[in-house]
């Protein structure tokens, strides 16, 4: 079986090296360069697109209940009225 301590401490290392390492310098300008191209594009969040889903959802309940009513509507009409 492996020693799994020296994978310990070398994943240690290469972690701290990294972290002071340019690749640190360089991964946070890209965030900021694509978080600040995606304010652009005027993206929503996926919350904020879920909770339109939900409003959505419950517009297409209430047109399918008025839909409804309406045929019955007409059909009492057209009964009454022959």
């Given amino acids: 079986m492996p020693n799994t301590k020296i994978f310990d401490d070398l994943s ?3 972690s701290e090296l990294l972290k002071n390492s340019p690749a640190k310098d360089i ?3 890209v965030r900021a360069m694509l978080a600040q191209g995606f304010t652009k ?3 929503i ?3 904020e697109f879920d909770i339109q889903a939900q409003v959505l959802g ?3 309940e209430q047109l399918t209940a008025l839909e409804a009513r ?3 509507l007409e059909a009492q009409r057209n009964t009454t009225a022959k």
């Fill in 12 to 14: 240690a290392k290469l």
């Fill in 27 to 29: 991964e946070k300008n």
């Fill in 41 to 43: 594009l005027d993206l």
């Fill in 45 to 47: 969040t996926r919350e």
């Fill in 58 to 60: 419950r517009a297409r």
């Fill in 70 to 72: 309406v045929a019955e």
